[in-house]
């Protein structure tokens, strides 16, 4: 619940810190505190359980709202530190300079690739501190490495470059009082908005040509002259920037509830499945989910230092392939993903039916957990490139002034495409069990049908990549990004 608050958050919180130079927000070092202090705090024993009435809950009242306070702290602050830190980061490269530039693209592999190998200790290691040792200890050891995170990142303030925007109007305004201007004045006549385009100097640039309908803009309400009251271009073309993402926006988020089923479903999936590793040793269905950070972790490299270099010479771009294609190639592979998950769940039902376990769901199907680690590696390629794709994409491609609110756009994604998944889920829930039978979710998913899910998942997300190639192919970089 907590990532899907801090995916919806982080459209919120860059609103109030992107007109602040610099700003990070390090809120979630007293909700990791208080996080270990819940976990610290003495629980009832099992015998105590055992006198109380059972449909009171167990846990004290205040350590279960320290716990629930804690979570929701978290949350709300990762939304306004995930966006806002990767864009302070980014800002540190200088655009103007063709190495730095370069660099740049790299930085966002970069800084991936450390997320997703934090991810991968937290799986292997915190998890099994929690489960042996204490939770106490599992939440006090990230609680203290953000704490000397803290202290290393404030060593460098005076290292750090900060943009100076002078006197500078807040974007919002500017953007909405386009949108507000072209709604007034549409009524006016293309003939009046070429005569003031004319006026003004307009170029007869492709950008221009796009989204004419703001150029309206361009006139006052009342159609009197008053330029002091008027639009300027560059604010129409600013307003025309931010309504391009749209499409690209609307069409990832396929992608998103897609990648949602690698930390429910799948795992799901595992739990049925033979996860012997050694003598009295089974690999937690959880952990399966390394898989993923593994290959990200792998393929990051291999992407920056072969791929990319490779791609520099037949292309001519700095970062080898558009930032479009990127996202695409990984939308693709996610699409794959989903077809070698349907066919190896298909298998799976086969042998729970070939050995009479239908309806043991609690018997483990004689059939390797390892088979569901090529669905997991390729959903982690497909994150080097769609993930980071639409980090850059989305930092790049707004206005100067709002980067921290793209690379919320870029989250909002995947917090809108768990509610969208959640939706799915529940709507195909209640017509597949309309008539007393098993759903495609039933309990025993040796009875459900996961399969047809994924078969239908992969059907989505080949539409919209379809979709997502027609609005990518029609899409005109902002000029800064195509110098």
């Known amino acids: 619940m907590a990532i899907v608050e801090s ?16 700003a990070v927000d390090y809120k979630d070092r007293p909700g990791l505190g208080l996080l270990t202090l819940s976990a610290l705090l003495p629980s009832p024993t099992s015998i105590d359980c055992q006198n109380t009435d059972k449909s009171i809950s167990c846990s004290p009242k205040l350590q279960v709202t320290l716990f629930f306070f804690s979570l929701y702290l978290v949350a709300f602050a990762q939304g306004g530190h995930k966006p806002c830190v990767q864009a302070f980061g980014a800002d540190q490269f ?90 007034k004045n549409w009524r006016t006549s293309s003939k009046a908005i070429a005569i003031e385009e004319e ?56 992608y998103a509830v897609v990648f949602s089923q690698s930390s429910t479903f799948f795992t799901k999936q595992g739990f049925t499945m033979d996860r012997k590793i050694s003598a009295g040793f089974d690999l937690p269905a959880a952990t399966l989910q390394s898989f993923i950070s593994l290959a990200i972790v792998i393929f990051i490299p291999i992407y920056d ?9 037949v292309t001519r771009k700095p970062a080898g392939i558009t930032m479009l294609q ?21 298998k799976r039902l086969k042998t729970a039916e070939e050995h009479g376990l239908i309806d043991l769901p609690n018997v483990t199907v004689p059939m390797s957990v390892w088979w569901l680690v090529p669905q997991y590696f390729l959903f982690g390629v497909a994150d080097v490139f769609t993930m980071v794709g639409l980090q850059e994409f989305f930092y790049d491609q707004v206005p100067n002034e709002l980067r921290s609110v793209g ?17 799915l889920v529940s709507a ?5 069990s309309r008539d007393g039978g098993y759903s495609w979710f039933a309990n025993n998913l040796n009875r459900a049908h996961l399969d047809y899910f994924y078969w239908l998942l ?26």
């Open 326 to 346: 990127r996202i695409g190639t990984g939308i693709l592979l996610s699409t794959l993903s989903m077809i070698i998950a349907a066919l190896i769940e298909m």
């Open 428 to 432: 195909i829930q209640n017509i597949t």
């Open 94 to 183: 200088d655009d103007q300079d063709p190495e730095e530039s370069k660099a740049k693209s790299s930085f966002f592999n970069w800084w991936y690739f450390c997320l997703c190998g934090g991810t991968l200790i937290s799986l292997w290691i915190l998890n099994f501190i929690q489960d042996n040792f204490s939770w106490g200890l599992g939440f006090g050891i990230p609680c203290a490495i953000m704490v000397i995170a803290l202290l290393i990142f404030l060593l460098g303030t005076k290292t750090y470059r900060f943009s100076s925007r002078g006197d500078v109007e807040n974007p919002f305004v500017r953007i909405g009082r386009v949108f507000v201007a072209a709604v």
């Open 7 to 22: 995916s919806s958050l982080s459209l919120a919180n860059p609103l109030l810190v992107d007109t602040v130079d610099g």
């Open 458 to 483: 992969a059907g989505f997300s080949a539409i919209g990549f379809v979709a997502y190639v027609y609005f990518a192919k029609s899409y005109i970089y902002s000029k800064e990004s195509r110098s």
């Open 199 to 254: 006026a003004r100097g307009t170029l007869p640039d492709k950008i221009s040509e796009q989204f004419k309908f703001l150029n309206k803009a361009l006139l006052a309400p009342n159609g009197a002259m008053e330029y002091e009251k008027v639009c300027s271009i560059s604010e129409v073309e600013e307003a025309k920037k931010v309504l391009r993402l749209v499409p690209i926006w609307a069409t990832s988020l396929v």
């Open 305 to 313: 230092r072969v791929i990319v270099p490779s791609a520099r010479i």
């Open 407 to 423: 690379l919320s756009l870029y989250l909002s994604i995947f917090g809108i495409g768990n509610f969208l998944s959640s939706f």
